[in-house]
């Protein structure tokens, strides 16, 4: 499908999704969700697609959502239209989901990165929720997914401060998994996608839905879903494989089967 607010390459068995509205800092439109959560849609039914970055380029990550289709709205509109509802394609996605973020990362540009299951930062990176400036506060996952990933007082400094937190300092946070030079972000993403790659798709798939569920669920609810998702795999030729590749000192080939 033709997009054009985004870029979508399909590197097997890598894709890259990448924000493409520079001239407004890559302000996420719901016409932007809806390309994304297509492109999602895209690559989850691509086989040869293992893993995804999701980037806003060398510049931006995303200046959070556009200001500019809110700011007249009332409530009502806002429930019909169900703007931030539809983010979860992006959630619902089961590859992992790798963001490469460069430059600002504020409100629901903050929010997408934190949708990811692991960021890369490139140095000029700064991750915030400005929204409390705007009269409003996070409507993405800003205020649920601070507290679950850096604690309630630095989830309380982001959102009722609204100052944006840098790289570095997101990184002793444990909100993004590394920081490399600006200029490297999106290899850096590359490469760790390209890594997962070879990894058995349906353990990913289960490993990511076990690690989420941790985020929502009491620990004994979460260890029966880990421990039903752990005995399932036996039933994948993916995971004979891994088991006689190790036994026989070999490397594994994974199918996805
Ligand atoms: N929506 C719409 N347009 C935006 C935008 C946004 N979120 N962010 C930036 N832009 C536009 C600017 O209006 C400007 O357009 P013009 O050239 O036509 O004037 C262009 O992008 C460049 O922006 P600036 O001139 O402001 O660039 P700067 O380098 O001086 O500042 C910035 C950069 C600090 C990121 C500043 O643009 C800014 O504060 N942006 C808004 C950030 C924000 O408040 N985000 C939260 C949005 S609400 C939200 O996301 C809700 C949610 O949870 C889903």
């Known amino acids: 499908m033709p997009y ?4 979508l390459e399909v590197e097997p068995p890598v894709g890259v999704i990448t924000l493409n509205r ?4 890559n302000a996420l439109s719901p016409a932007v969700i809806a390309e994304v959560t297509a492109a999602l849609g895209e690559l989850e039914r691509d086989d040869s697609v293992r893993a995804v970055v999701l980037t806003g380029g060398p510049k ?3 200046a959070g959502a556009d200001i500019g289709d809110m700011a007249e709205r009332g409530p009502v509109e806002q429930l019909a239209r169900d703007q931030t509802g539809r ?4 959630t619902a996605f089961t590859k992992p989901l790798i963001a490469a973020v460069n430059g600002y990362a504020l409100g629901g540009g903050c929010e997408m990165a934190l949708m990811c299951d ?3 930062a490139g140095d000029s990176a700064r991750f915030g929720q400005p929204e409390i400036n705007l009269g ?3 409507g993405a996952g800003g205020t649920q ?3 679950r ?4 007082y630095v989830a309380m400094e982001v959102n009722l401060g609204g100052q944006p937190v840098a790289a570095q300092r997101a990184y002793q946070l444990g909100v993004v998994n590394k920081v490399v030079p600006a200029e490297m972000t999106i290899e850096a993403a590359k490469r760790v996608a390209r890594q997962l790659a070879t990894k058995p798709p349906v353990a990913l798939r289960l490993a990511k839905e076990a690690v989420n569920l941790a985020l929502e669920l009491p620990l004994q609810q979460g260890l029966l879903a880990e421990r039903k998702n752990f005995y399932f795999l036996f039933a994948t030729e993916d995971q004979k494989e891994g088991m006689h590749a190790f036994l026989e000192k070999r490397r594994a080939q994974f199918q996805g089967r």
């Open 136 to 138: 409003i506060i996070a």
């Open 22 to 25: 520079p001239a407004v800092l």
């Open 4 to 7: 054009e607010l985004i870029l």
């Open 87 to 90: 983010w979860a394609g992006i």
């Open 60 to 62: 931006v990550f995303a």
């Open 118 to 120: 692991l960021v890369i």
């Open 149 to 152: 990933t850096a604690g309630k």
């Open 145 to 147: 997914r601070w507290p």
